[in-house]
C-alpha cells in the first residue's frame, strides 16, 4: 500500500501562487501515475491534472489549463502542483491520489486511483 500526503496549501490572494507537494511513501512506489482533484464546499470532487510515472505525459482540466502545471521527481517520490494566477473559484480541498503499481498513465476519473491523501486546503480571496 502506498500512503500519500500532501503540503503546502493556504490562503492566498487572487492572481497569487501556490505551490503544492505531494509525498508518496510505502510499498510498491514504482510505475504509478498521479493526479490531483480538489473538492469545494458543496460541490462534487474534481479532477485538476494527472502525470504519467515519466512526467512525459500529463492532463489538465480545461479550468486549470495554462495555470496550474503538474511534476514530479521519482527519485523523491513527490509529485508537484504549480499553481498560478489563482482565482476565488481554486478555493477548495485539493487531494492528491496515486493510481496502483503498474498503471503508468494517467487518468482523469477517480475511480483509477488507488490511494488517496487526506487532503490540503487553498483558499484564494478575491
Known amino acids: 500500500q502506498v500512503q500519500v500526503a500532501e503540503s503546502g496549501g493556504g490562503s492566498v490572494q487572487a492572481g497569487d501562487s501556490l505551490s503544492l507537494s505531494c509525498a508518496r511513501s510505502?510499498?510498491?512506489?514504482?510505475?504509478?501515475?498521479m493526479g490531483w482533484f480538489r473538492q469545494a464546499p458543496g460541490k462534487e470532487r474534481e479532477f485538476v491534472a494527472a502525470i504519467s510515472w515519466s512526467g512525459a505525459s500529463t492532463m489538465y482540466a480545461d479550468s486549470v489549463k495554462g495555470r496550474f502545471t503538474i511534476s514530479r521527481d521519482n527519485a523523491k517520490n513527490t509529485v508537484y502542483l504549480q499553481m498560478n494566477r489563482l482565482k476565488p473559484e481554486d478555493t477548495a480541498v485539493y487531494c492528491c491520489?496515486?493510481?496502483?503499481?503498474?498503471?503508468?498513465?494517467?487518468?482523469?476519473?477517480?475511480?483509477?486511483?488507488?490511494?488517496w491523501g487526506q487532503g490540503t486546503q487553498v483558499t484564494v480571496s478575491s
Open positions: 510505502g510499498r510498491a512506489l514504482r510505475g504509478c501515475a
Open positions: 491520489a496515486a493510481r496502483s503499481s503498474g498503471d503508468y498513465y494517467p487518468t482523469d476519473e477517480a475511480v483509477g486511483y488507488a490511494d
